[in-house]
């Protein structure tokens, strides 16, 4: 039973995404500015037969902001959320996003980076 098992994990695991990312899922902005504000962009694709929700996401600290598309993305359609980073301290930051999708059991992760100067 076990072999069974660990045979149809892979099946129950691919079924499970909802989305596909049409951007890499992490940005490195390179050099910013210190009091700048940096945005990114990040795009998805519902690769689901059912339109989809974005029920929350979540950044990692006040100086990262995020914006997503909060009505539901049909089949085949993006969406998109776009992430601010309040460039407050000097320093390398690297920042984790975390996107919870309805009816996706593990949310996806995204990332930010970059060097405040």
């Not at 390398?92 to 975390?98: A, G, N």
């Amino acid at each position: 039973m076990p072999l069974i098992l660990s045979f149809l994990m892979p099946f129950f695991l691919l079924s499970e995404a909802l989305l596909q990312w049409t951007t890499p899922t992490q940005h490195d902005f390179g050099e910013i500015k210190k009091g700048d504000e940096a945005q990114h962009i990040f795009t998805f694709k519902n690769v689901s037969d059912q339109p989809i929700v974005l029920d929350n996401v979540r950044t990692e600290c006040s100086c990262t902001a995020s914006d997503w598309s909060k009505t539901p993305i049909l089949p085949n359609e993006t969406g998109r959320i776009t992430v601010s980073f309040d460039a407050k301290q000097t320093g390398y930051f690297r920042k984790k996003i975390t996107v919870w999708v309805r009816g996706q059991r593990k949310p996806e992760k995204l990332s930010i980076e970059g060097e405040v100067y």
